[in-house]
């Protein structure tokens, strides 16, 4: 069973991630970040290489491919919320790929999620 | 460039199709299933599968998985609508994963896509 | 790190894998099993799957695929010969294919590896 | 049904492949790359996208993995040689992993299936 980040935690893990372009899903402890590769097969062998790390978390997205596109979001079931393992996860994909364009015109600031998790504590 | 399918086409392969799952997208010419599996393994394996399919028949599914379940949505883009990529692709993906669980809790009866088009036509 | 299997769970835990097609590689403290399946797509989906169960693992296999053959060898290169991994792994890839058919011609009765290794113990 | 590549084609489209890695087969009518990745995640992201590559073009690779390393051998069945089919998914091949280390002790220079063939015609 995992638990939800600290507000420290999020203070400290969310905004590196906002960096590479996950932002928050408005409504929900989560975070989304869009890929858009050059082909099916680019982003094929993108999520061929994320499921493999998603298996060794025993953590798995909810991700959509349209094409050339992968949307990502990340949350924990059991926690109701962002834990430990969304960041592995976030981490791991975007060592998967640097050079992809991202899409950031979506979702708010990691920074909500931060704030919210913060008053609730 | 595909052509959208027929008045003809869509009274006879549309039937085959919504008996094994697939429903009509509410205001979409566009067609979805979604599969229930044991577990993300056996959904990874079907969508591997699926992939190649994709690959080789060059139309490509918009898809969407949550760990044990893929959401799949059949249209052509170049057509706005059904092609017969999309009867294609749907039957080979069927037969991949006979034994599957099938959500029906979703859409519309296939018969609306039929007769829409018919009107239109 | 790995130990190489005792002499007593290779006497109970090797035989059954004998059953589903696993057979001692000459010369090698390792396993081997051939599946032929109907085609190339049911083999890459069952090498999918394999992957997932060997990332989740941390243990890989030496594999070969030619269209719809996949030719397994398994052992545990930390400890040189035959650990409890191997054994994990066969049994789960043992589950994802279980109607393809077998290769039985090959390599020599799994009973060479316990009689070798009670020698050396 | 391909066709054996001619003397002409070999002559032309050999050496750049040889350039990349390619290497011939000693006995065969093969090529022959090895590719060593930095794991096993990219070794498969890479297996994921030639999988793709090998099915739209219907041609598949004989292949060989074992954790980092992918050893690749193209030959058409077909033809009992190579064909212009081999060519192409080389040549796939090499765009999906542009950065790997390329393992170059095996095998004899591409010209000798040139010389080979050469003489034969």
């Known amino acids: 069973m995992a638990d939800l980040l600290s507000p420290e935690d999020r203070a400290t893990q969310l ?8 932002a928050a899903v408005p409504g929900r402890d989560a975070i989304r970040k869009i890929w858009k590769f050059r082909g099916f097969s680019e982003a094929w062998g993108f999520m061929s290489r ?3 790390a998603a298996e060794r978390l025993n953590h798995h ?9 992968v ?12 834990s430990r393992l969304d960041i592995d996860l ?4 975007d ?3 640097p050079e992809a364009e991202i899409q950031r015109d979506h979702g708010e600031p990691v920074t909500s999620l931060c704030q919210a998790r913060t008053r609730q504590a």
């Open 15 to 22: 905004p590196p991630l906002a960096e590479t372009g996950w």
């Open 50 to 52: 994320a499921a493999l």
């Open 61 to 69: 997205p909810e991700w959509r491919n349209v094409y050339n596109v």
């Open 71 to 82: 949307d990502v979001t990340l949350t924990t079931h059991d926690c109701r919320g962002l």
């Open 90 to 93: 976030a981490r791991v994909m």
């Open 95 to 97: 060592r998967f790929a």
